[in-house]
């Protein structure tokens, strides 16, 4: 790892704003007083902007007093998955117009033929040119100049907003997708043009198609929502930079990020992650199961050894494969406004149905009829019930009686509580394939709970998991605002080789690493943010000759020799799966690089104000109230903030705060650490 040092101005105010679905999250911490001021506001749908002014204000923050904004946005996620895109187009290589539709023959369902799939770009807008490079990179058929120039006419007469230029193994040889963007330049109105290779060097054209075709189609929707907000803040006082959340755990300059704006796709579940990251590491546990749960569905990371993991093969949904290193983030269909039916066959049944907000649960008294899992914890007293009435609990006992109850031959709490437990078996067993799938046993992690809902399940399924701790952080409930604050500035490099190792040019790949990481530090260099140094991490993705999945191979330095590529190869290989493929050659396929520049570290003690606490554990009970633990129990409730520094609870409790609860099973014990974290050590089976 390479190192160095980066000034820049001063470490004052930092702002961490995180757009949610529901809610638009702030956290604004002061190093120098050590106080942290804290927001939670309705997200504006219509305009992102809105919603973070109406964060500030609520926080009473003057934008002129602060040095730094970081900001995560669903802008370009929502934009991918409701196909609310720019108008796009693109010029391929001739024959290869279908490339994004014919995909690799794979099906939305394991089993059957159903399902349905709308490729970004369609097909009136997929034009092809004569052109074609072999996969060395040596020109079979020279550019078509007078036909590109027609075809960019017609996408342009066809009211394309954005361009893609994709041609086959321009990875190899970018030299048809240079001359086709400088043609480009001279006629396309604005820039919005993606250049497939620069976006992504790498084989398959396929992933590195849809790739490009996603950054294009949101590029112009992020440009003009963050230009929309610079504007906002900047009326409002804000002189300094804003940096924005990328997918892969780091942030990029606002004046930078429209650029490959596909990099933003996964900002918001990347910043809780980063988060966790942090977290555990201060709190000395750097094995981490991230559980980030929400109405509708819960996402899933694994962190080892206090390191994010990031992907190059992130599918945000079916047949949508994005090629950029993204932090790998998993979601599973299950959350607090899951649906809970009894089906024609009689078998319980929890999920992936959501009601969704509106009518939501019935618990949220909008109109809700169907149980869900947010009305069994209410009805099992894990809610607060005077939150919610005497007349919705009533209500949410009666629907429960009848659409589970009387089908099951269950009384009411006992049908809720079948609910809870089917639904924790699910998200236990989708985390459970999520950990294995990369070589881990969840019984060496520790649960990291937060989301609104997430610490109201992470004990039980801790327990279903056999994973013996659970470490519930501060401020649940702003965690992505959280790591919109720690996360550091990060650069992200990744160039196809291809190469049987015994016949790579191993002077190539020392270049290729060094390029990079002088790429990575000139971006991060010309940042004006205070950091504390800059540093570069290597890998390259590996397979033996034959194989079709990628194994990424972290290297020590930018100098591999052949024999330490080949052993840290077989020694992951190894780790992974367990077998040892000596007599097959292994293929040096990509290089890639993360370019980082480490950020000042925040103090995470001040996100409870210390002058809550109370001495004693009976000063911080609120009251008590009976809980559903497979048989009533009065249960004593706490609130957080009041808990003392030298916490030692042993359940049944439940412990409340501003954005959520956390449910301590019988037996479980709860300890605080110095940043204010709650861990919750399992009694057992």
Same mark, same amino acid.
């Given at each position: 790892?390479?190192?160095?040092?980066?000034?820049?101005?001063?470490?004052?105010?930092?702002?961490?704003?995180?757009?949610?679905?529901?809610?638009?999250?702030?956290?604004?911490?002061?190093?120098?007083?050590?106080?942290? #001021?804290?927001?939670?506001?309705?997200?504006?749908?219509?305009?992102?902007?809105?919603?973070?002014?109406?964060?500030?204000?609520?926080?009473?923050?003057?934008?002129?007093?602060?040095?730094?904004?970081?900001?995560?946005?669903?802008?370009?996620?929502?934009?991918?998955?409701?196909?609310?895109?720019?108008?796009?187009?693109?010029?391929?290589?001739?024959?290869?117009?279908?490339?994004?539709?014919?995909?690799?023959?794979?099906?939305?369902?394991?089993?059957?033929?159903?399902?349905?799939?709308?490729?970004?770009?369609?097909?009136?807008?997929?034009?092809?040119?004569?052109?074609?490079?072999?996969?060395?990179?040596?020109?079979?058929?020279?550019?078509?100049?007078?036909?590109?120039?027609?075809?960019?006419?017609?996408?342009?007469?066809?009211?394309? %907003?954005?361009?893609?230029?994709?041609?086959?193994?321009?990875?190899?040889?970018?030299?048809?997708?240079?001359?086709?963007? %400088?043609?480009?330049?001279?006629?396309?109105?604005?820039?919005?043009?993606?250049?497939?290779?620069?976006?992504?060097?790498? $084989?398959?054209?396929?992933?590195? @198609?849809?790739?490009?075709?996603?950054?294009?189609?949101?590029?112009?929707?992020?440009?003009?929502?963050?230009? #929309?907000?610079?504007?906002?803040?900047?009326?409002?006082?804000?002189?300094?930079?804003?940096?924005?959340?990328?997918?892969?755990?780091?942030?990029?300059?606002?004046?930078?990020?429209?650029?490959?704006?596909?990099?933003?796709?996964?900002?918001?579940?990347?910043?809780?992650?980063?988060?966790?990251?942090?977290?555990?590491?201060?709190?000395?546990?750097?094995?981490?199961?991230?559980?980030?749960?929400?109405?509708?569905?819960?996402?899933?990371?694994?962190?080892?050894?206090?390191?994010?993991?990031?992907?190059?093969?992130?599918?945000?949904?079916?047949?949508?494969?994005?090629?950029?290193?993204?932090?790998?983030?998993?979601?599973?269909?299950?959350?607090?406004? $899951?649906?809970?039916?009894? /089906?024609?066959?009689?078998?319980?049944?929890? @999920?992936?149905?959501?009601?969704?907000?509106?009518?939501?649960? &019935?618990?949220?008294?909008?109109?809700?009829?169907?149980?869900?899992?947010?009305?069994?914890?209410?009805?099992?007293?894990?809610?607060?019930?005077?939150?919610?009435? +005497?007349?919705?609990?009533?209500?949410?006992?009666? *629907?429960?009686?009848?659409?589970?109850?009387?089908?099951?031959?269950?009384?009411?709490?006992?049908?809720?509580? *079948?609910?809870?437990?089917?639904?924790?078996?699910?998200?236990?067993?989708?985390?459970?394939?999520?950990?294995?799938?990369?070589?881990?046993?969840?019984?060496?992690?520790?649960?990291?709970?937060?989301?609104?809902?997430?610490?109201?399940? *992470?004990?039980?399924?801790?327990?279903?998991?056999?994973?013996?701790?659970?470490?519930?952080?501060?401020?649940?409930?702003?965690?992505?605002?959280?790591?919109?604050?720690?996360?550091?500035?990060?650069?992200?490099?990744?160039?196809?080789?291809?190469?049987?190792? /015994?016949?790579?040019?191993?002077?190539?790949?020392?270049?290729?690493?060094?390029?990079?990481?002088?790429?990575?530090? *000139?971006?991060? @260099?010309?940042?004006?943010?205070?950091?504390?140094?800059?540093?570069?991490?290597?890998?390259?993705?590996?397979?033996?000759?034959?194989?079709?999945?990628?194994? #990424?191979?972290?290297?020590?330095?930018?100098?591999?020799?052949?024999?330490?590529?080949?052993?840290?190869?077989?020694?992951?290989?190894?780790?992974?799966?367990?077998?040892?493929?000596?007599?097959?050659?292994?293929?040096?396929?990509?290089?890639?690089? $993360?370019? &980082?520049?480490?950020?000042?570290?925040?103090?995470?003690?001040?996100? &409870?104000?210390? $002058?809550?606490?109370?001495?004693?554990?009976?000063?911080?009970?609120? +009251?008590?109230?009976?809980?559903?633990?497979? +048989?009533?129990?009065?249960?004593?409730?706490?609130?957080?903030?009041?808990?003392?520094?030298?916490?030692?609870?042993?359940?049944?409790?439940? &412990?409340?705060?501003?954005?959520?609860?956390?449910?301590?099973?019988?037996?479980?014990?709860?300890?605080?650490?110095?940043?204010?974290?709650?861990?919750?050590?399992?009694?057992?089976?």
């Amino acid at each position: 790892m390479g190192g160095g040092e980066q000034r820049g101005t001063p470490h004052g105010l930092v702002a961490g704003v995180d757009v949610g679905g529901t809610f638009t999250d702030l956290v604004i911490f002061d190093p120098a007083t050590g106080t942290v #001021r804290l927001a939670k506001v309705p997200t504006t749908l219509d305009n992102q902007a809105f919603g973070v002014l109406a964060a500030f204000e609520a926080a009473g923050q003057d934008l002129a007093g602060l040095d730094l904004i970081v900001h995560g946005t669903t802008t370009t996620t929502n934009a991918v998955l409701e196909r609310k895109l720019a108008r796009t187009g693109i010029v391929t290589t001739q024959g290869f117009r279908d490339v994004l539709e014919l995909g690799r023959r794979t099906r939305p369902q394991p089993y059957g033929m159903t399902g349905r799939f709308v490729p970004i770009i369609p097909r009136d807008l997929r034009l092809e040119v004569p052109e074609r490079m072999d996969a060395r990179g040596q020109v079979l058929t020279p550019l078509d100049e007078p036909a590109l120039r027609a075809a960019l006419a017609d996408l342009l007469a066809k009211g394309c %907003e954005a361009l893609v230029i994709h041609f086959l193994h321009a990875y190899a040889n970018p030299a048809h997708e240079l001359r086709a963007a %400088e043609i480009a330049a001279e006629v396309w109105p604005n820039r919005h043009i993606t250049i497939g290779h620069r976006l992504l060097s790498e $084989s398959r054209e396929y992933e590195r @198609g849809v790739t490009a075709a996603v950054n294009a189609a949101v590029q112009p929707l992020l440009e003009r929502y963050i230009a #929309r907000l610079q504007n906002e803040l900047q009326a409002r006082g804000y002189a300094r930079e804003l940096l924005v959340m990328n997918g892969n755990g780091g942030m990029v300059s606002s004046r930078l990020v429209a650029r490959e704006a596909v990099k933003t796709v996964m900002s918001g579940p990347a910043s809780g992650v980063m988060a966790a990251v942090y977290t555990g590491r201060r709190a000395g546990m750097p094995n981490l199961v991230t559980y980030d749960m929400g109405g509708t569905s819960t996402d899933v990371a694994l962190i080892r050894d206090g390191r994010a993991p990031v992907s190059n093969e992130i599918e945000i949904e079916y047949a949508m494969p994005i090629h950029v290193p993204m932090v790998d983030v998993r979601t599973v269909g299950a959350g607090g406004g $899951s649906l809970a039916r009894v /089906d024609a066959a009689g078998m319980l049944r929890v @999920g992936p149905e959501s009601a969704g907000s509106t009518p939501g649960p &019935i618990c949220y008294g909008r109109g809700g009829r169907h149980v869900t899992i947010s009305d069994a914890n209410l009805l099992l007293g894990r809610l607060p019930p005077e939150r919610f009435g +005497g007349e919705l609990r009533a209500a949410v006992r009666d *629907a429960f009686a009848a659409q589970i109850g009387a089908p099951l031959g269950l009384t009411p709490e006992a049908a809720a509580m *079948a609910v809870l437990r089917l639904g924790n078996t699910h998200m236990a067993g989708a985390i459970r394939m999520v950990s294995i799938s990369m070589g881990a046993d969840p019984r060496d992690f520790a649960l990291f709970a937060f989301g609104g809902a997430g610490p109201l399940h *992470a004990t039980a399924l801790a327990r279903e998991l056999a994973i013996p701790q659970v470490l519930v952080p501060a401020r649940p409930g702003i965690t992505n605002a959280l790591g919109c604050v720690v996360a550091d500035l990060r650069h992200d490099f990744v160039r196809t080789l291809n190469r049987p190792l /015994d016949q790579a040019d191993m002077a190539a790949v020392h270049a290729i690493f060094a390029a990079q990481e002088a790429e990575g530090r *000139a971006l991060i @260099g010309a940042e004006r943010i205070a950091l504390t140094g800059i540093a570069a991490e290597y890998s390259a993705d590996m397979q033996f000759v034959g194989q079709t999945h990628l194994l #990424r191979v972290p290297l020590p330095n930018g100098q591999p020799t052949r024999a330490e590529l080949q052993a840290a190869f077989e020694r992951a290989y190894h780790a992974r799966f367990r077998v040892d493929l000596d007599s097959i050659p292994a293929n040096l396929v990509n290089l890639n690089t $993360s370019v &980082i520049g480490a950020r000042p570290e925040i103090d995470l003690a001040a996100l &409870i104000d210390p $002058s809550g606490r109370r001495a004693t554990l009976a000063e911080a009970q609120t +009251g008590a109230r009976p809980v559903w633990f497979g +048989g009533w129990t009065d249960t004593p409730v706490y609130w957080r903030d009041h808990l003392p520094a030298d916490l030692g609870l042993t359940g049944p409790a439940i &412990i409340e705060q501003m954005d959520t609860t956390l449910v301590v099973d019988p037996g479980d014990h709860v300890r605080m650490d110095a940043d204010g974290n709650l861990i919750v050590t399992l009694k057992g089976p």
